[in-house]
């Protein structure tokens, strides 16, 4: 059975359920835009394109079947209907030019506030350029990433361009190795991706600030970042990052194209924080021992070990404190604050200012000292009280132990 309610003025929402027998045209009162009406030829044969009339942007909008496949929609038989400009299944290509007809056109989408540089930004990608001047159909043409029929805005989580589903959506194509071993290129990318610290933040924790494959390459405009841009891709979501890194010895190699910026140290597609004891290990791969670059990352990897570990120790104090139910707001506080100096010291270290690192990294460490030692001396006043107690159970024992001596020797006299 088919449903159809009027949501609001402008909305109707639709469903089907397994048993699907009758369909009633959707009531969607004062929108015209919505009405489903049986007199429209092309939706009396072509069934189970009905959902294309209620459900989506387009529908809203009253945009139907005759607006991309042109044909007589007042028409009841086939040939009839497939006349006037009638386009059957429009194939790739010429699907890029039914949807630009509006989408290219600024007249047109001004008024719903949608950009029009998707054609555009496609011609320049390498999608584009395969499909539209190589009439390759391996490249997507609109309808591989979004629906043809039932179009939703990006920010509903059913839509195939939803963030979420944005990275299946392109490995769709990007998993498949039949089809990508034709232009020799890896399928490793949405796997790597799921394990990065990207695809975690935006499939565990739902973190929308993180990039999809479109945060780093595009959606319309898909292409990778040249080697000169990388810095740029990355630091425009990591300012603070970007900054340091601007200020620091790599930045003019990088500029000129002799380092991949932030994939000097960090993978494009697992994109993972660098382990502070691994941090040497990876200068060295480009750095001769013995060179003051070698030097300086040993300094640098000591710094952020110590204050790891000087972290690591203080958290574990504050969990002791509060599994001894001390009260612990003021130092919980505390703790915060050497996390964000911490934080902070990921940041600026990208800038191998040394100076400057050492100068965070001691202030995280003597925040991190301090609680240490507020544990220690609650743990030592815990004993002192349990040590205070000694004398009072001795005395209790002793005194309970005379008792049952007085008691026995009572009785025995009683007998
Ligand atoms: C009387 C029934 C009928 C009506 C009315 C009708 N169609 Fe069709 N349509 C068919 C049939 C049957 C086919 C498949 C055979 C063919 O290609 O001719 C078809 C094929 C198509 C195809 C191409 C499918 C393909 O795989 O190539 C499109 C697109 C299409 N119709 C759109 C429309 C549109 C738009 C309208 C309204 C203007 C419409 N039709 C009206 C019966 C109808
Ligand atoms: C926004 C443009 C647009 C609208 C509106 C639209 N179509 Fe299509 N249609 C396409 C495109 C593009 C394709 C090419 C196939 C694809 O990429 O999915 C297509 C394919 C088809 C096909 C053949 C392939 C298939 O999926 O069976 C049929 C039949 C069809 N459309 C019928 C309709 C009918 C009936 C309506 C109205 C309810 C309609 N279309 C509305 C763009 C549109
Ligand atoms: C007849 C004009 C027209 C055609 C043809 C057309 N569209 Fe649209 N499309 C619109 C309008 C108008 C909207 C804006 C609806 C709104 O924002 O309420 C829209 C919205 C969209 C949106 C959602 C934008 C957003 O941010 O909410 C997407 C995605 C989209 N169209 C994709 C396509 C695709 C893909 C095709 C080709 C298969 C296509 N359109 C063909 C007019 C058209
Ligand atoms: C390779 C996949 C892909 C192709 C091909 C593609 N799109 Fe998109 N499109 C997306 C993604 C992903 C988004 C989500 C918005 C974003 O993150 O940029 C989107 C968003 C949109 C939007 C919403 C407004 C905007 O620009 O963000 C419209 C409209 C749209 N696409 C239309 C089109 C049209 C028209 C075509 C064909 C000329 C097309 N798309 C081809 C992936 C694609
Ligand atoms: C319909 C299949 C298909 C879909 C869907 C698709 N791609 Fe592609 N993509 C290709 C093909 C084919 C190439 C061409 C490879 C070439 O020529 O090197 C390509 C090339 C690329 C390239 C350029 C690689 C290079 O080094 O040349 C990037 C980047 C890319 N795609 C990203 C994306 C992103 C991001 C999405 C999702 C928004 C996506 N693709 C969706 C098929 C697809
Ligand atoms: C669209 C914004 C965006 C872009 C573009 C982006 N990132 Fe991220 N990045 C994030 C978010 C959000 C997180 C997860 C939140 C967090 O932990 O800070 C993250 C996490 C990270 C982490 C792990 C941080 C940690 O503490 O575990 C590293 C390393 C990283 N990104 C490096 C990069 C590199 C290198 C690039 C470019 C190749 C890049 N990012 C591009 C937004 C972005
Ligand atoms: C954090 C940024 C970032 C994200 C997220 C990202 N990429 Fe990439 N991708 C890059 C960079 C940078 C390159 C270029 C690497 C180089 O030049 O060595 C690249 C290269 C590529 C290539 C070219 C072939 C290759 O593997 O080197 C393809 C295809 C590709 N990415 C697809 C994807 C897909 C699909 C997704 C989503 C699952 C994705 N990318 C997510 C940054 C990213
Ligand atoms: C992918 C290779 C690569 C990695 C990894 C790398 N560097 Fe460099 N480093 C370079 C290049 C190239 C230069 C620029 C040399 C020039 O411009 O003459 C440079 C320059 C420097 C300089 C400026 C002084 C000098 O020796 O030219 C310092 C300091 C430095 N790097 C430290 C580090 C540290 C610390 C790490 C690890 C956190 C590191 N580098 C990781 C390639 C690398
Ligand atoms: C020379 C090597 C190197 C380069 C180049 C590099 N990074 Fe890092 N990055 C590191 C190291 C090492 C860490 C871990 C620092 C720590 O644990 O304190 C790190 C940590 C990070 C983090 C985690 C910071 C946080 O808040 O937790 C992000 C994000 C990041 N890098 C992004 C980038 C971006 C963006 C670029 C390019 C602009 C870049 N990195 C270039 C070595 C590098």
């Not at 449903?3 to 009531?27: D, N, Q």
């Not at 459900?55 to 991309?68: K, M, N, S, T």
């Not at 380092?259 to 597609?269: D, E, F, T």
Request: aromatic share 6%.
């Amino acid at each position: 059975m088919r449903w159809c309610t009027p949501v609001g003025m402008a909305m109707v929402t639709c469903g089907l359920s397994s048993a699907s027998a009758a369909w009633r045209p959707a009531t969607a009162g004062q929108d015209p835009g919505v009405q489903v009406d049986t007199s429209y030829g092309c939706i009396v044969c072509h069934a189970d394109k009905r959902r294309a009339f209620v459900v989506g942007v387009h529908a809203e909008r009253g945009i139907r079947c005759h607006d991309c496949h042109g044909g007589t929609p007042t028409a009841y038989e086939t040939r009839a209907a497939h006349t006037r400009g009638f386009i059957g299944d429009p194939g790739k290509v010429r699907t890029v030019a039914i949807c630009s007809s509006c989408h290219a056109d600024p007249n047109r989408m001004r008024q719903y506030g949608v950009s029009t540089g998707q054609l555009a930004e496609l011609r320049t990608s390498r999608h584009g350029q395969l499909l539209l001047q190589r009439g390759d159909t391996a490249a997507p043409t609109c309808t591989d990433c979004h629906d043809a029929h039932t179009i939703l805005p990006p920010v509903d989580a059913r839509s195939s361009v939803n963030p979420v589903n944005i990275p299946g959506t392109c490995g769709r194509c990007h998993e498949d190795q039949r089809l990508m071993a034709r232009y020799g290129l890896p399928t490793n990318q949405l796997a790597e991706f799921r394990r990065s610290a990207h695809g975690v933040a935006l499939f565990e924790n739902r973190d929308f600030a993180a990039p999809t494959c479109v945060g780093c390459h595009g959606s319309h405009g898909a292409l990778p970042p040249r080697v000169t841009e990388i810095a740029n891709v990355c630091g425009h979501c990591h300012a603070l990052v970007g900054r340091a890194f601007a200020a620091g010895p790599h930045a003019a190699s990088a500029r000129a194209g002799r380092l991949p910026g932030c994939l000097a140290c960090h993978s494009n597609h697992g994109t993972e924080r660098v382990p502070p004891e691994q941090l040497a290990a990876l200068c060295a791969r480009c750095h001769e021992q013995n060179s003051p670059a070698a030097a300086l990352a040993q300094q640098v990897q000591q710094e952020i070990v110590r204050v790891t570990e000087e972290l690591r120790v203080a958290e574990v104090a504050l969990e002791e404190l509060v599994r001894s139910g001390e009260p612990v707001v003021d130092t919980r506080f505390r703790y915060q604050t050497a996390l964000t100096y911490f934080r902070q010291v990921a940041q600026v270290q990208h800038n191998l200012d040394l100076e400057q690192l050492s100068d965070l990294t001691r202030r995280a460490g003597s925040i991190a000292r301090d609680i240490r030692a507020v544990a220690e001396a609650r743990r030592e006043r815990r004993w002192e009280h349990r040590l205070f107690l000694i004398p009072v159970w001795f005395f209790t024992l002793a005194a309970v132990t005379i008792a049952g001596f007085k008691l026995a020797d009572l009785r025995r006299r009683g007998e």
